[in-house]
């Protein structure tokens, strides 16, 4: 099998259930009934009262699964009973996908599309889509989708500019309404700093941090690494694609520079997609004509 | 399934046959047949009237499938007979295993050892262990174990030095002796120069290169690239866990300054491990913790 032209999408759905473990088995036992479906996580939290879900495989398996699970959710999930302190507006809150290999944002931002008409269609549920594939910038940021939450936006959907992006002007009795989107890998990427003055960490921060004029997919900030007594530049990644970890790195080394502090070392919290790492391997090696197939085990 | 967990070993063992597709065909069916193993290439060459196959697995079929491969070779190929520009004393010539992932060197080592016990006792074929599973430092090149060739080999093999690590004394009639061992995957990697004078490539190799006090695995020359009319350090890697890609490049890059000239580029001509490139990721990335478990697709 030529495992290399392999597709390798990701969905993260997150669903307004976080105590009911029977709830919770039941919608993730809808996505591991798909074929060809892996999943990676299922992360209840009681206090948000939400439960995030994550699974892998190629884009038709794994939007087969993500509706299958809204559909139990908006069976098992009465938003008219619930409460948590995350914000959200549906039994199925928000399903984001996000390429991981072999797969362009398109064909994510179509995924999101074919999905987000599938749930208006056959479970009667408003949805919007976000990020990626937003129709209007109004509706890029989640945070503005979601205004209001649930009980604001039952009575608010009925006004054009919150009409859903597919289905009926009206949220579903029990399930409210969904956001599906298309979305980039986040890297939570760290960068620890020679210094015990967090005021360095900041002014770095703010030189690489979109909103100050830094770099476009880059959320940062200066924070405090107590127990090392070292400043660190804490960073979100948000598309690695469009700004490449090793950018990031060595404009926070001449940044620190400039204050006469090192760069001691970077930290990758949590998963990071294998092409940001070749990516940097062929920036320092400065590759030429490099190829994924070139790494052994893309063959096997 | 934790395909984290898997182990891969590759082996390319080189058989005596370059020019009967029939025979050629039967010696591969025999690794094919065997569940577990993932055939990668096999390059028959017809003036050196050899064969090298490719293959990856578990460490227990890749062993399997080689032996079946050996056994079949010494049914269909004879020594006697045998003519061709390569060295080489027997019908199934060489067989090298190499550790691909989550394998040590030590396990290829013990998996050499055997294979060449198993091919000793039950095909009654003399057996030499090389590279890194070699018993002396006389045997620890290729090209040593397979002084004289087979037709020499056939009358020195009486005497204690050349004496077999496994099995008689004596040659198989027609299939002669096969070198069995363990090494690592060899990158072939040339870094290119701002510079038509070959003479400063030359230099650089070697700086580099183990034989004139430079990295221990490091094998390298100045070339000429023609149609560039740039100088090319070539260089062959042969354990980049020892040796890694990151500091021949930089060495080269400081050797280079020296002539005021630039590192233009590298490149990797053909595979190498994703280890490799993930090392280079850490080096210059000053990754603190990193653990390979940290890539996304490592995980499914």
Do not use: W
Request: hydrophobic share 40%; charged share 25%; aromatic share 6%.
């Amino acid at each position: 099998m030529d495992i290399a032209a392999e597709k390798i999408v990701e969905c993260v759905p997150n669903f307004s259930e976080g105590r009911r473990q029977e709830v919770i088995d039941s919608i993730v036992a809808e996505v591991t009934k798909v074929a060809g479906v892996t999943l990676l996580g299922v992360k209840p939290d009681a206090s948000h009262n939400r439960v995030v879900v994550t699974f892998v495989g190629e884009p038709q398996p794994v939007k087969q699964a993500a509706f299958n699970a809204c559909a139990k959710a908006s069976e098992l999930i009465d938003m008219e009973q619930h409460k948590g302190e995350h914000p959200r507006i549906g039994a199925t809150d928000v399903i984001p996908f996000i390429p991981v290999k072999n797969v362009t944002m398109e064909e994510c931002v179509q995924l999101a599309n074919e999905l987000g008409e599938e749930i208006a269609q056959k479970l009667n549920i408003p949805v919007y889509l976000y990020e990626e594939a937003a129709k209007t910038p109004a509706r890029k940021r989640l945070p503005d989708v979601r205004k209001g939450e649930y009980e604001g936006l039952k009575h608010e959907i009925t006004k054009p500019e919150r009409h859903p992006d597919f289905g009926p002007a009206k949220m579903h009795p029990t399930a409210g309404a969904t956001v599906v989107g298309a979305r980039q890998f986040l890297i939570a990427y760290n960068i620890n700093l020679s210094t015990s003055d967090v005021s360095i960490a900041k002014k770095i921060a703010n030189a690489i941090r979109e909103v100050k004029g830094g770099y476009k997919y880059v959320r940062a900030m200066g924070v405090m690494l107590e127990d090392r007594n070292i400043a660190q530049v804490s960073i979100n990644m948000v598309d690695y694609t469009g700004t490449p970890l090793h950018r990031v790195f060595e404009t926070v080394k001449f940044e620190a520079e400039r204050y006469g502090v090192n760069v001691i070392g970077s930290e990758i919290i949590g998963l990071t997609p294998l092409q940001a790492l070749l990516d940097a391997a062929e920036y320092y090696l400065r590759l030429e004509n490099f190829d994924r197939k070139q790494v052994f085990e893309e063959n096997i």
